[in-house]
């Protein structure tokens, strides 16, 4: 590849090596360094001028630091006069703020959009957004690839009796997704529909109020969205009335069926484990986690561990998980994406397709 640079930032190294180690090259020396007032500090060790610059810098659990480093990196290689800028972003930062979730909230998926456009990349290559429709955020090219296709072919070479199998989508929000899935491996899906918006007593279950069909949609889109308080640290669990319960209505047949719950993220996992539960209810022979980006919080390693409904959790590396973490858990599996996001790189330095990278797994280079 001549003419190009590849640097990586601080989030993820490990995605770096692997993408750089299958193009064949060495990633291109950059300082990073932080300043004692902890500002971010950047300095392009080479030339880049009139090069094809990729920066690779995925989300991290320092994901405000590792957002702002990747704006700097950019804004430097932009002042060095590189003649087109791509950020390879595994992980989109935000991702999960694509929409108000409250009258007076933010869409910081959107201004994180912005504010990437504005520090000077001219093309974005990002995995399995949240919401597809995030790529309207931006006025350059972005290329959001997908994992389905490593997933697929992880399946069918490491589950057995998968074509017995079932598709499972935890929500409403998730229905695509699976179905894509399903359809690619040509088994059955089913959807798991929960409900907290319903009364546990009495026979007033009705959506003629504003407020319940509100709630009620927020909730099939995303879940285990617990958060922290930024001066205490301490975590700010999801409310719930007293008077209300979670009613789970499993569509579709699982007896004695692998089932395959799917999503894009896996943050809080205590959605996917009562999933899981419902699923074995039913009559599941076995349940897998799948999910491309394994963020997993807190102690959700641990919980996935103990539960012994959860034959497998399977993620890719997009997304950095320390080897202590990974040691918490003997179900967990990770995939290499590396393969897919080398290829997008070598095919947009040489101004080809990547539609082939939506449905194939790309081959040795």
Same mark, same amino acid.
């Given at each position: 590849?001549?003419?190009?640079?590849?640097?990586? !930032? #601080? /989030?993820?190294?490990? $995605? +770096?090596?692997? *993408?750089?180690?299958?193009?064949?090259?060495?990633? =291109?020396?950059? @300082?990073?360094?932080?300043?004692?007032?902890?500002?971010?500090?950047?300095?392009?060790?080479?030339?880049?001028?009139?090069?094809?610059?990729?920066?690779?810098?995925?989300?991290?659990?320092?994901?405000?630091?590792?957002?702002?480093?990747?704006?700097?990196?950019?804004?430097?290689?932009? !002042? #060095? /006069?590189?003649?087109? $800028? +791509?950020?390879? *972003?595994?992980?989109?930062?935000?991702?999960?703020? =694509?929409?108000? @979730?409250?009258?007076?909230?933010?869409?910081?998926?959107?201004?994180?959009?912005?504010?990437?456009?504005?520090?000077?990349?001219?093309?974005?290559?990002?995995?399995?957004?949240?919401?597809?429709?995030?790529?309207?955020?931006?006025?350059?090219?972005?290329?959001?690839?997908?994992?389905?296709?490593?997933?697929?072919?992880? $399946?069918?070479?490491?589950?057995?009796?998968?074509?017995?199998?079932?598709?499972?989508?935890?929500?409403?929000?998730?229905?695509?997704?699976?179905?894509?899935?399903?359809?690619?491996?040509?088994?059955?899906?089913?959807?798991?529909?929960?409900?907290?918006?319903?009364?546990?007593?009495?026979?007033?279950?009705?959506?003629?109020?504003?407020?319940?069909?509100?709630?009620?949609?927020?909730?099939?889109?995303?879940?285990?969205?617990?958060?922290?308080?930024?001066?205490?640290?301490?975590?700010?669990?999801?409310?719930?009335?007293?008077?209300?319960?979670?009613?789970?209505?499993?569509?579709?047949?699982?007896?004695?069926?692998?089932?395959?719950?799917?999503?894009?993220?896996?943050?809080?996992?205590?959605?996917?484990?009562?999933?899981?539960?419902?699923?074995?209810?039913?009559?599941?022979?076995?349940?897998?986690?799948?999910?491309?980006?394994?963020?997993?919080?807190?102690?959700?390693?641990?919980?996935?561990?103990?539960?012994?409904?959860?034959?497998?959790?399977?993620?890719?590396?997009?997304?950095?998980?320390?080897?202590?973490?990974?040691?918490?858990?003997?179900?967990?599996?990770?995939?290499?994406?590396?393969?897919?996001?080398?290829?997008?790189?070598?095919?947009?330095?040489?101004?080809?397709?990547?539609?082939?990278?939506?449905?194939?797994?790309?081959?040795?280079?």
């Amino acid at each position: 590849m001549r003419k190009t640079k590849i640097f990586g !930032g #601080s /989030s993820h190294p490990e $995605i +770096t090596n692997l *993408i750089t180690s299958r193009l064949g090259v060495e990633p =291109s020396p950059v @300082k990073l360094s932080q300043f004692k007032n902890r500002e971010t500090s950047v300095e392009i060790g080479v030339s880049v001028r009139n090069e094809d610059v990729y920066i690779i810098q995925s989300g991290s659990p320092k994901i405000n630091d590792s957002l702002m480093e990747l704006l700097i990196m950019i804004n430097a290689c932009k !002042g #060095s /006069s590189a003649q087109r $800028i +791509t950020a390879v *972003i595994p992980y989109f930062p935000y991702s999960k703020q =694509s929409k108000k @979730k409250k009258h007076r909230g933010a869409i910081a998926a959107k201004l994180v959009a912005n504010i990437l456009s504005i520090s000077g990349v001219d093309h974005i290559i990002t995995m399995d957004l949240h919401a597809s429709q995030m790529q309207g955020f931006f006025n350059i090219p972005v290329d959001n690839l997908y994992a389905e296709p490593t997933v697929a072919k992880w $399946i069918q070479e490491n589950v057995e009796d998968w074509e017995n199998g079932v598709v499972v989508s935890k929500n409403a929000g998730g229905a695509k997704r699976v179905t894509s899935l399903a359809d690619r491996l040509n088994i059955d899906f089913a959807l798991i529909h929960m409900d907290r918006s319903r009364k546990a007593h009495g026979p007033d279950h009705s959506l003629s109020k504003p407020e319940n069909i509100y709630n009620r949609l927020e909730e099939e889109d995303d879940d285990d969205d617990s958060m922290v308080d930024a001066e205490t640290g301490h975590e700010i669990p999801r409310a719930e009335a007293a008077d209300e319960t979670s009613l789970m209505t499993l569509v579709g047949d699982v007896q004695d069926k692998v089932c395959f719950i799917v999503d894009d993220m896996i943050d809080g996992c205590h959605s996917f484990l009562e999933a899981a539960d419902n699923l074995v209810s039913h009559g599941a022979k076995q349940v897998y986690i799948i999910a491309t980006h394994g963020i997993l919080s807190g102690n959700s390693l641990r919980q996935i561990e103990e539960c012994t409904n959860v034959h497998k959790i399977v993620i890719t590396n997009t997304y950095p998980l320390p080897a202590e973490k990974r040691a918490l858990c003997s179900k967990l599996h990770i995939l290499d994406i590396s393969p897919t996001l080398a290829e997008a790189i070598r095919r947009t330095h040489n101004g080809e397709s990547i539609s082939y990278l939506f449905t194939q797994v790309p081959k040795n280079l």
